[in-house]
């Protein structure tokens, strides 16, 4: 099926057009360097960004992919979760789109994308998919016997996202916003060892695929603050290899551990964190020692785009889910237990 994908649910306006499990366009236009001075998004300015891109991103990608609009086989649209403006912009884009087309619109969610983009990199997903998503605002470990149906949480973080720890880490350290991709290139002149860090919910009696970076986080901020303090000057390639290491050792580690207690043979790693290079390298040999086939996809498909929406809505088509409703409603705390919001008339 050939499907367009709108995503807003944050501070990029993405627009993919995918056939089936091939990419053909994959437009983002992003907000970021209007937030870096606030040092975060501000939802105000990113919901106005989609409305001013919204429509020139659209003409973008159609025109990249070559294809005619009238030949779309249905629009698909992150419903949420995300910041409810900024969805609401892509949600009525899409619906304004679809219905002036004809098409069924498909309003489905934004972490279920994350882990269907995979199909774009390396093909159909296998069922069971074991997936950890680690991004901006979630970090969980989830089994999803069906991308487009039924997706079940085994953990998920107690306090912040991963993401969310690379960017206050990044801010302590003056690198600027975001901080993933400023920590993962700092690190590279590192030493991960240098400084050891604690490994959050990894004692013997915590559990077992739930994550916490809290602890972690006020660890490397009182770290930097012993150095400032004494009037030394921080190690900030160190600091960074030392954390990313300490993130990274304890996502990987729960991630094989819940393939092995659940006999998947295979590991799926999405959303924005999962450009982080040291992951991508440290899942791939720890995969190999288990025996776990390892799916990453590549960087520019981890961080949000369109075409991670046109993938899942294109399962979503060919799998003959029911379309939703075009009185569709965005909805910020959308449940990874629901990968799209069908009409509730059909369901
Ligand atoms: P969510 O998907 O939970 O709604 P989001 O959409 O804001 O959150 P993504 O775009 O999926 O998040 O990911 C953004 C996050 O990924 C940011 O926290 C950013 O710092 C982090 N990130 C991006 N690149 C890297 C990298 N190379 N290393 C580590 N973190 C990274
Ligand atoms: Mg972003
Ligand atoms: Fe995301």
Redesign the pocket.
Known sequence: PLVLGIET????TGVGIVRGHTLLADEVASSVDEHARFGG?VPEVASRAHLEAMVPTIRRALKNAGVAASDLDGVAVTAG??LAGALLVGVSAAKAYAYALGKPLYGVN??AS?ICVDQLEHGALPEPTMALLV????SSLLLAPDITADVRPLGSTIDD????A??KIARVLNLGF????V??RMAREGDPEAIRFPRGLTGPRDAVYDFSFSGLKTAVARWIEAKRHAGEEVPVADVSASFQEAVVDVLTRKAVRACKDNGVDHLMIG???A???R?RALAAQRCEDAGVRLRVPR?KL???NGAMVAALGAEMVARNRPASAWDLSADSSLPVTEPHVPDPAHP
């Open positions: 649910s944050c501070d990029e998004v979760p995300g934004h972490l994350h991004s901006g605002g979630h996202a991963a993401g969310e690379f960017d975001p901080g993933g991709p920590i993962d959303g924005g964190v450009a982080n290079s992951l960087p981890c961080t949000d």
